[in-house]
């Protein structure tokens, strides 16, 4: 027959093993929730829709530098 030390650590490793099999099996479940999510959203089609299609866009304007001291034109070169 076993000791009683011998047969507590046999229960604790298994107590210990369940806990890690039962952590995991959590983890990944979780997890497979969150990817059915992301593949729902990546793969539906409804929420292109109501988004108008005839966007138009205006070109932004920008300013040209201004030359100061009446140096429009003028080259520098070295």
């Not at 959590?26 to 292109?48: A, G, T, V």
């Not at 138009?56 to 530098?65: A, R, V």
């Amino acid at each position: 027959m076993m000791k009683k030390s011998t047969f507590g650590v046999a229960l604790a490793f298994i107590a210990a093993a369940a806990g890690v099999l039962t952590a995991v099996a959590l983890y990944l479940r979780r997890r497979e929730k969150e990817l059915d999510e992301y593949e729902r959203l990546l793969y539906s089609d409804n929420d292109f829709e109501d988004e108008d299609d005839d966007t138009i866009y205006e070109p932004i304007e920008t300013e040209e530098p201004k030359a100061k001291d009446g140096a429009e034109d003028e080259e520098i070169s070295f």
